[in-house]
């Protein structure tokens, strides 16, 4: 198995760093976390065709984190001209959002003929689904997206935190991972709906992961990397592989 991180960045594009999407390919399929607003062009900088990407699996509605759909629409149908069917997984109210954002973005492109087949399975916090190939679980975090926000979990392979404050849900979705891929916005100030290092720090042994890696910095994260990465915890940057 192996990831590549394609976007690490905040909502603001701290520091130049594409928003959230990180790339995981396994023997049983190619597939996206997170699809924000960025990774179209992201995906492209990095060479990565998107065609040969089965689906995408959303922790949460905000769009730098699944903004980038209806973008990777449009190329699918009008330049790649995809053929090949594409899954979109996310909590509940996932079907609507992204209705809404192709209409806002792309008006009545909702109605289009689309020539490739998609469909989305919504999956509701505690009840684990089998998609493409991974058992995926996922639990509610505390983060305001107007649906429920979630932490994710493939297999025993990779987990997420999406965007959230602590919370004692995090500790059983990193437990025995060979990554737990955590959002840790600022290094002191508290933001409502996000991690801080001064918090996340002292609870990294709870976690339990094998690895742990900080992404989705703000620029008070981005100027102490060298004491996050003293810590014993890699720093998520653009382009970034890990091999599993």
Known sequence: MRLTVVGSGDAYGSGGRFNTCFLVESKKSTVLI??????????KTLGIDPTRIDGVILSHLHGDHFGGLPFLFMD???????????????PP????????????FFPRSSGVKWGFSWEVVEIEPGHPKHILGHSV???????????????????????YSGDTEW????????????????????????????????????????LRARRIMVTHMNPTMLGRLEEIKAANVLVADDGSVIDF
């Open 76 to 90: 699918a149908q009008y330049l790649a001209r995809r053929r090949l069917p594409f899954l979109i997984a996310g």
């Open 34 to 43: 997170d699809c924000g607003a960025s990774s179209l062009v992201a995906l």
């Open 137 to 159: 679980e996922t639990t509610e975090v505390v983060h305001l997206s107007g649906a429920p926000s979630t932490a994710v979990r493939l297999s025993d392979a990779i987990a």
């Open 93 to 104: 109210g996932t079907r609507a959002r992204l209705d809404a954002a192709l209409e806002v």
């Open 167 to 206: 919370t004692e849900a995090l500790l059983p979705i990193a437990s025995g991972v060979d990554l737990f891929i955590v959002e840790c916005f600022s290094y002191a100030e508290r933001v409502a709906g996000h991690m801080t290092w001064e918090i996340l720090r002292p609870r990294l042994c709870d």
